[in-house]
């Protein structure tokens, strides 16, 4: 046997092969030649022969240059924080890609002179919430709910107006992020009001005094409480004669069939809230960021603040979310909109084209919206079931797949996978078993 030491290319010759020489221009050099170091240090163990060495750096390209992956999300959980939250349409996704040069986001292209940025954006949320006199749009939800709590309690001297919520609407969002904190970290001060289940209108009525600046509703987006409860619709809040904020969270900018109990944007003003605040990644099903609706002098005072512009979005996200906003319905509603019998199709297909090996087997499951939107709710689904180990294999594939674990066995759930993603999904499963059959490890 020779030694594979000996025998290994010289880091130059292997970069002067075209392939990785193109690739060099593509991703950079530095990308490649991490790549090529890479390739021939499994040369030097004996795992690629010499004279692959080239092939074997080729094959181990990354499509971009970035650290970030495709993943196909078969957890079933339709907005997956982890995952990035909701996928872009390919409206979007091709908006995105005509914005990344240089466009006109902020210039009148008829007069020459300097134009609202994002004008079409905003023209197009508006456009779908018609009852919003104003609109303005930050970088994700927190930030909305940041400038509006800034601005509207900040005061010449002293402390800062506070803010009237009721105990059961104190939420934490995840990863340690809460609403009070965040209120707080603005300069509020928090008047509580009510109790952990239950909080009525003159609860409020009796908090409200020269220092209030607003009472805020926030959707309990990630949790529901049972029981004996009772909260304060948005329409009796308005009788309260100061401005009403709403945190929907979610994003939904009209009722959905499918989730009558979530709060929208059209709703609440209907109802007399001076501003909503939402996500624009989660049901809306377009980019991070945060949208800011409603009474048109307020929103005008919040655009025209000066930490506003430390909150701005890019042409990146104005893009993404007018085509979101205009354009075909997103995955996200179009995942919503799936019936469970046509993801049982799905299903079988699937595990008709697995190897046998695995026995792949059809189960219902139940998908969930998550993200932060439609607590407590199940939406029918089904999943293909395999062996809990395929699980980290699958996670190392190309494209990576994530399911989740439950009961022992990996569910693989088609609630949030688009039909496009199916090939995907069997390619990854097949080889992910070749690979397991290399390790000499069974099905199960
Ligand atoms: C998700 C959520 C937020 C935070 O929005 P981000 O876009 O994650 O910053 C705030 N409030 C509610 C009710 C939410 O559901």
């Not at 002067?16 to 991703?27: F, I, M, T």
């Amino acid at each position: 046997m020779p030694d594979p030491r000996r025998s290994t290319p010289r880091t130059d010759t292997v970069l002067a092969d075209p392939r990785l020489r193109q690739a060099s221009d593509r991703l950079g050099s530095a990308l490649v030649k991490a790549v090529v170091a890479d390739a021939l240090d499994r040369c030097r163990a004996g795992l690629v022969p010499p004279g692959s060495v080239a092939d074997a750096a080729v094959a181990a390209l990354p499509a971009t240059a970035t650290t970030l992956r495709r993943v196909i999300n078969a957890t079933g959980v339709l907005v997956h924080t982890n995952l990035g939250r909701a996928p872009l349409s390919a409206a979007a996704t091709d908006a995105v890609r005509m914005a990344a040069g240089a466009s006109d986001v902020e210039l009148d292209l008829v007069t020459g002179r300097r134009g609202r940025r994002g004008e079409g954006a905003l023209t197009a949320l508006q456009a779908r919430v018609p009852k919003a006199g104003g609109v303005h749009v930050v970088n994700n939800g927190a930030a909305a709910l940041s400038l509006v709590t800034m601005v509207l309690t900040r005061r010449p001297t002293g402390a800062g107006g506070t803010v009237v919520i009721a105990r059961g609407e104190l939420v934490e969002i995840g990863d340690g992020f809460r609403i009070p904190e965040l209120l707080e970290s603005v300069g509020a001060r928090l008047r509580e009001v009510g109790t952990t289940n239950r909080v009525r209108l003159e609860d409020y009525a009796s908090a409200l005094d020269e220092d209030t600046a607003f009472v805020l509703k926030v959707h309990p987006s990630n949790f529901t409480v049972t029981g004996f409860t009772s909260s304060v619709p948005v329409s009796e809040l308005a009788r309260l004669g100061v401005p009403v904020v709403v945190d929907i969270g979610s994003g939904l900018l009209a009722p959905h069939p499918r989730l009558p109990a979530e709060p929208d944007a059209a709703t609440a003003l209907r109802d007399g809230a001076s501003l909503v605040t939402a996500s624009g990644d989660k049901l809306l099903g377009g980019p991070q960021c945060g949208l800011l609706l409603g009474n048109a002098e307020l929103v005008e005072r919040l655009r025209r603040d000066p930490f506003a512009r430390a909150l701005r979005v890019d042409k990146l996200t104005l893009a993404a979310l007018e085509a979101t906003l205009i354009g075909p319905e997103s995955p996200v509603a179009v995942a919503l909109g799936r019936r469970v019998e046509a993801l049982r199709v799905r299903a079988h297909d699937l595990t008709d084209a697995l190897p046998p090996e695995l026995r792949a087997e059809v189960v219902d499951s139940d998908g969930a919206v998550g993200g932060g939107g439609a607590p407590g709710v199940t939406l029918p689904s089904c999943a293909v079931a395999l062996p809990a180990r395929l699980a980290t294999a699958l996670r190392a594939g190309d494209p990576p797949v994530v399911g989740r674990i439950m009961e022992g066995r990996l569910l693989l759930d088609l609630f949030a996978v688009a039909p496009e993603e199916d090939a995907d999904l069997v390619a990854a499963l097949t080889a992910a078993t070749i690979a397991g059959r290399a390790n000499g490890s069974g099905p199960t």
